[in-house]
T-cell receptor, first 113, second 109 residues
């Protein structure tokens, strides 16, 4: 069982390019989340999905979009990357509306030049 | 929204005890989590408190006072492998987490 996988591991991207970060979980968790982690700011929620077919905005959603076509996959798209989107991106999942903890993927390190 | 504060850095000696404090101001509260994150790795779950009091799990304990908006994580019998960042996170009534900036703990021999 892999848990949560993310791809790519790291990426260098030119400003203005479109980029999709992939996230897949095999735990059949209902809820999935995307965070970005920046030095001194901690983890900030970008978008989330409580169940397949639904998504919601987090604390810092501008410049990002997500989709949740099925339970396992939750891709994050940067339509036109900007340097301020340079960050480490973590995908997470949980069993949804309960006290259960979130499980995190290994992260994607994205640099926008 | 949530406002979560924790110290930036702490240093302790191997075998000692360290207490990491976390204070929060919240518009809705539905539990407090502590995560451990080693450099370059993903956060991993350590503990969860939703009621006041102490939760003990081996060398790690976590305490919560909802009326004071306060929690601490206690690390006992420190080991070198405990050098990491420790993240305090508050869950709101919509089940979303808000994280503090993290406390980097350095364990010295």
């Amino acid at each position: 069982i892999a848990g949560i996988t993310q791809a790519p591991t790291s990426q260098i991207l030119a400003a203005g390019r479109r980029m999709t970060l992939r996230c897949t979980q095999d735990m059949r968790h209902n809820a999935m989340y995307w965070y970005r982690q920046d030095l001194g700011l901690g983890l900030r929620l970008i978008h989330y999905s409580n169940t397949a077919g639904t998504t919601g905005k987090g604390e810092v959603p501008d410049g990002y979009s997500v989709s949740r076509a099925n339970t396992d996959d939750f891709p994050l798209t940067l339509a036109s990357a900007v340097p301020s989107q340079t960050s480490v991106y973590f995908c997470a999942s949980s069993e949804g509306d309960s006290y259960n903890e979130q499980f995190f993927g290994p992260g994607t390190r994205l640099t926008v030049l | 929204g949530q406002n979560i504060d924790q110290p930036t850095e702490m240093t302790a000696t191997e075998g000692a005890i360290v207490q990491i404090n976390c204070t929060y101001q919240t518009s809705g509260f539905n539990g407090l989590f502590w995560y451990q994150q080693h450099a370059g790795e993903a956060p991993t779950f350590l503990s969860y408190n939703v009621l006041d009091g102490l939760e003990e799990k081996g060398r790690f304990s976590s305490f919560l006072s909802r009326s004071k908006g306060y929690s601490y994580l206690l690390l006992k019998e420190l080991q070198m492998k405990d050098s990491a960042s420790y993240l305090c996170a508050v869950r709101d009534t919509d089940y979303k987490l808000s994280f503090g900036a993290g406390t980097t703990v350095t364990v010295r021999a």
